[in-house]
């Protein structure tokens, strides 16, 4: 027998207190996602009250939506049902604090703006930077694998997460990995639970690896009249004794947005180190940019502050992420501006030149042309092992086709597999992941 709305109020309000639950019609409202609105809305204070939330949904068939700051609620599928929102904001302390050890354990609701206020008087932080990084919470980052620029010399985030405390969909307490950086038992469960959507467990707590900031750091923009040019010159970079902290490429449209120097594209090389260091790879890097007949700028490092904010999305944009090969980024940069012309709409174009990610920003486009673009750009990344994602878009367009894009058979069905272990009765985030999990 279905338990109405009332009684359900009831059942948590008893586990968790009256404060931690949100009926409000107007709130609620608020809260909906892709169209559909919440029953309750949850906002846990501890683990603990994790752990009663999911045991209830799990016992009364609900779908929980774990939500951190909201940043990234346009990435993925529209769930195909929402009960509960479980907003894990209040989730934001830090437990354990190891400056000796460069690690540090936090609750996952912690923003990443949050820890880094409070590394910088030690001079340590955790290097991540995805569009709009300062508000978005640890826990968000990890389970949608967000990446900024920072990647192209310290990894991905997987990289950096040690350790995780997560409650399972029935409610039961997992822990995995460690709080040292040599774990040497058992599966490395945390790097499962990166990039996993909240599908297969809500994240808690986290141990992360931090790392000692750069005495000084100094960025360089160079000039492009091609995008073949542009990869020509990112090549000699990654090849070369240069250790650059970001290396990234910006088409006409990102370099105006970002009040940069006109030019059909441009390739940003930020540089960090002790003093000396930064001086002599700059040395370095303009002799590199001589060969290929291009002069670089030195820039202020407002450059990825105004980077930051044009890559952060906006209600009504298509975000696409797409995998490629540093040497096939011509390719792909042009496949993009043939589909979207610069008489018709201005595309920002921006991306990681040594990893070979791009990340394409359209506004305006109807769903039917974002829906073309992506199948070719699919077809043209299938055949190096590429993917192109919808990182984020509204929800007619996420509606319109699949965002993940095709999923080889066999590895969907371990997906399915491993989906089915932790939560077989679909409570987390159901409809949202790759292949409708």
Excluded at 137 to 165: E, H, K, Q
Excluded at 226 to 236: C, G, L, N, T, Y
């Amino acid at each position: 027998m279905a338990v109405s709305a009332a009684s359900m109020a009831g059942v948590f309000a008893e586990r968790l207190g009256p404060d931690r639950l949100i009926i409000d019609p107007g709130a609620l409202s608020t809260a909906a996602i892709d169209g559909r609105t919440p029953r309750f809305i949850v906002r846990p204070a501890s683990i603990d009250h994790v752990a009663a939330v999911l045991a209830i949904a799990w016992d009364e068939n609900l779908a929980v939506v774990p939500r951190g700051a909201g940043t990234a609620l346009g990435l993925g599928a529209p769930p195909s049902r929402v009960d509960v929102v479980l907003d894990l904001t209040g989730l934001d302390h830090v437990l354990e604090d190891n400056p000796d050890d460069l690690t540090v354990s936090v609750e996952a609701g912690m923003t990443a703006g949050g820890l880094a206020e409070r590394l910088a008087g030690r001079r340590q932080w955790l290097p991540m930077d995805p569009p709009g990084w300062r508000r978005r919470t640890l826990g968000g980052m990890i389970a949608t694998n967000a990446a900024g620029p920072l990647r192209a010399r310290y990894g991905a985030l997987r990289d950096l997460v040690l350790g995780v405390r997560f409650v399972q969909a029935d409610g039961v307490v997992t822990w995995g990995g460690a709080r040292v950086v040599k774990s040497v038992t058992g599966y490395d469960v945390p790097k499962l639970m990166v990039g996993a959507l909240g599908t297969l467990g809500v994240l808690c707590e986290l141990t992360l690896r931090l790392q000692p900031m750069p005495e000084a750091e100094q960025t360089w923009l160079a000039p492009f009249t091609s995008v073949e040019a542009a990869q020509a010159f990112a090549a000699r970079v990654v090849n070369s004794p240069l250790q650059p902290m970001r290396l990234e490429l910006l088409n006409e449209a990102a370099l105006r947005v970002c009040q940069a120097p006109s030019a059909p594209f441009g390739v940003a090389v930020a540089i960090g180190s002790a003093h000396p260091a930064v001086r002599e790879q700059g040395e370095a890097l303009a002799v590199l940019a001589s060969g290929e007949k291009v002069r670089v700028a030195a820039v202020g490092e407002d450059l990825w502050t105004r980077y930051d904010a044009a890559l952060t999305p906006a209600e009504d944009e298509v975000i696409l992420r797409i995998g490629s090969l540093p040497s096939r980024l011509a390719d792909t940069v042009e496949m993009i501006e043939r589909a979207f012309p610069a008489a018709e709409r201005a595309v920002l174009i921006t991306g990681c030149a040594s990893l070979g990610s791009l990340r394409v920003a359209i506004t305006g486009a109807d769903v039917e042309t974002v829906k073309q673009l992506v199948e070719e750009m699919r077809g043209l990344t299938a055949d190096f092992g590429g993917a192109v994602v919808v990182e984020s878009a509204p929800t007619n367009v996420r509606a319109a086709f699949d965002p993940w894009g095709p999923v080889e058979p066999a590895a969907l069905g371990l997906m399915r597999a491993i989906k089915q272990e932790f939560d077989a009765r679909g409570v987390l985030n159901p409809g949202r992941f790759v292949g409708g999990l």
